[in-house]
């Protein structure tokens, strides 16, 4: 007799709006309840009938009811919706097509229709790229999607690769190459460099070389030529190649597949610096005394250039540790080798006394076999011969983004502003606690920034630095000129990658139009910066996206034969911390409840970085521990470690 009464929907309507209410983001569990995380100490329960109306990560705004001290939301407006593209799994019901979201902390079947962009048959199992059209709090009775296009087949064994890119919008393939491609009329006549007997060093398999390089011994030290790769040569700037570029703004580096942000027929062979052939480049020349010190302006000019040796790290790094068979084939190779190994020498020197150097930690390389699994993770530590690349780039850095800053009101810079302001008092304060002298005055200044890492690097463990690293701010791509704490650097840009990254073509394009003298220089803009920014950040969450995929992948051996490991704490939460494997790089959540078998015992401390049991600290940051995996999470590729 109750039903559609429109007295009794009215009363049910007047005590919902006499309920309180919060505003909160949605965080969902693999049991089909959530929370709604108000703020870091306050939550609500939501009951799975009312998840099915949002997803994890929505901003929302619920009703709160309350009985027997707790709490329970029930989610009312949409404020942000945290879900608009999607990559999913492609599933069909009473021939209808639904998509099933691959975010775990999703577990929804949404119906969908497909609305594909390059039409193609779609088959049930199908990775595919998925639209949100309709939300439930939205006045819909629920959620519906459209298929944008398939980005893979259900056994494509690149699947995962294709699905990261697809995840974080980057793209698949490289861009279109010109009908007609030929160098550029830039209005500056090229040095013919081609007699200077330069060579590269790169990794064995390496074919987009952008530096080539030439060093010879002078009275005072060193003088040392950098020639890199000519890209705008070739790519006019507002081209739809040159477009296609800014938009990309970097290649992208994944294990075992690259996306070029240039086509390879001008990253790995016209603009690739190839032994025995004559090249287009951007040349510089740097004076450096024998203690180090870069001196005076660089010379810089337009050149035709051509690399005489092709050489492998490996060899190199073998030759001047006095191992391994391979030789310089000639004197005047080996009378340069010796010459940069030693200037290399004499600039870590100088960085260590006036700038800033860190321990070097190894790269981490996938080996796959034919169908796309993991064969092997090679820890891959740098040698000297990558040093002295490594070196020979930083001062070229160095010196040209100093003349572009003397000679341009903008250019693409790398700063790092060390401390946030907010956060000076409580790093003093912890430098003071351990023994370490500071002012906000003197941390917010170059030198006395430098200073603090130069002591950092004395002590005996890295907890101190790990703690101090939440105080910091991240570096940013600017076209202001400014500090670089990290490198502890008064300017830091670089114009060395201009085939990879897309602010050294604008770096590049910029050299010129000086050397041109023009009177209206190009002029990068901020929203070039926070472009650039964007990408670099999107680019780096893929690339850790998908080595976790293919951690959990090539680590199920170990967890079956519970294979021990050494690893290093880099981070400490409330729920736990997190280590680093130093075998193969992958990264392991280690539970706080696993440390004592009564888990009231286990005391965790995140502000200080350390983890009690028993009332002992046991475990601090930058600890490094033996562990063995105990879990390996395949639907959100984490995994679980327990302490041996």
């Known amino acids: 007799m109750f039903k559609d009464n429109p007295l009794l929907a009215q009363l049910k309507q007047d005590i919902r709006e006499s309920l309180p209410t919060a505003e909160g983001t949605i965080k969902a569990t693999a049991k089909g309840y959530g929370f709604l995380e108000v703020d870091r100490k306050t939550s609500h329960f939501i009951a799975p009938p009312f998840m099915k109306k949002v997803m994890h990560g929505d901003k929302v705004s619920a009703v709160i009811r309350s009985e027997n001290d707790k709490t329970q939301a029930e989610p009312d407006k949409l404020i942000q919706q945290a879900v608009t593209r999607f990559v999913a799994t492609l599933g069909s019901r009473n021939g209808k097509w639904f998509v099933t979201p691959e975010n775990h902390n999703i577990n929804i079947n949404i119906n969908a229709k497909a609305d594909l962009q390059v039409p193609t048959k779609l088959v049930e199992g199908d990775w595919v790229l998925a639209e949100l059209k309709r939300h439930p709090l939205n006045g819909d009775n629920s959620f519906y999607a459209h298929i944008i296009h398939k980005i893979a087949a ?29 160098v550029i009329d830039e209005g500056l006549a090229r040095e013919d460099l081609t007699k200077l007997r330069m060579f590269t060093i790169d990794g064995e398999s390496t074919r987009d070389m952008d530096d080539a390089l030439a060093i010879e011994t002078t009275e005072s030290g060193w003088r040392l030529t950098v020639a890199i790769a000519d890209p705008t040569a070739y790519i006019e700037a507002g081209s739809t190649l040159d477009l296609a570029a800014r938009d990309r703004a970097f290649t992208v580096y994944l294990p075992a597949r690259n996306v070029s942000m240039i086509p390879s027929r ?58 391994g068979d391979w030789q310089p084939e000639d004197g005047e190779l080996e009378t340069q080798l010796q010459a940069l190994h030693a200037m290399t020498q004499a600039r870590v020197n100088w960085r260590n006394e006036h700038a800033i150097t860190f321990p070097d930690r190894p790269d981490y390389r996938f080996e796959l076999n034919q169908d796309a699994s993991v064969k092997a993770v090679h820890a891959e530590h740098r040698r000297i011969a990558n040093s002295m690349i490594e070196e020979s780039m930083i001062v070229a850095n160095i010196a040209v983004s100093t003349w572009l800053r003397n000679h341009s009101d903008k250019a693409v810079y790398n700063v790092h502003l060390g401390f946030e302001d907010e956060q000076l008092d409580a790093a003093v304060a912890l430098i003071s606690e351990h023994g370490g002298e500071a002012s906000a005055e003197s941390l917010k200044s170059l030198s006395g920034f430098c200073q603090l890492r ?22 940013e791509v600017q076209v202001e000129p400014g500090q670089h704490y990290g490198m502890g650097l008064d300017c830091y840009g670089t114009w060395t990658s201009p085939i990879r990254k897309y602010g050294d073509m604008i770096n590049h394009r910029l050299i010129k139009a000086i050397l041109r003298k023009e009177s209206q220089l190009p002029q990068p803009t901020a929203d070039d910066a926070e472009h650039l920014t964007e990408r670099r950040k999107r680019n780096r969450f893929a690339e850790r996206d998908l080595s976790d995929f293919l951690y959990a992948q090539y680590l199920q051996q170990a967890l079956a034969e519970k294979q021990e490991f050494s690893a290093e704490i880099f981070d400490i939460n409330r729920g736990g911390m997190r280590a680093r494997l130093v075998a193969n790089g992958a990264m392991v959540f280690i539970p706080a409840p696993t440390l004592h078998a009564d888990k009231k015992q286990v005391k965790v401390n995140a502000d200080e970085g350390v983890i009690l049991v028993e009332g002992d600290v046991k475990h601090r940051l930058a600890d490094v521990v033996t562990v063995r995996l105990s879990e390996i999470k395949a639907l959100n590729r984490s995994l679980v470690a327990e302490i041996i």
Request: hydrophobic content about 35%; overall charge negative.
């Open 154 to 182: 259900k056994d494509d064994p690149y699947a995962a690769w294709q699905c990261t890119l697809a995840r974080h919008n980057l793209p698949v393939v490289e861009p279109e190459l010109p009908e007609q491609l030929a």
């Open 266 to 323: 001008l990253s790995e062979e016209l603009c690739s610096l190839v032994a025995n052939e004559d090249r287009p480049a951007v040349v510089a020349t740097l004076e450096i005394t024998k203690d180090g010190t870069l001196t005076g302006e660089p010379k810089l000019c337009l050149a035709t250039v051509r690399s005489h040796y092709k050489l492998a790290y490996d060899k190199v790094s073998d030759w001047l540790e006095k191992t």
């Open 454 to 475: 130069r002591w950092l690097n004395t002590l005996e463990t890295g907890y101190l630095d790990s703690r101090l690293r939440k105080f910091q701010s991240f570096s």
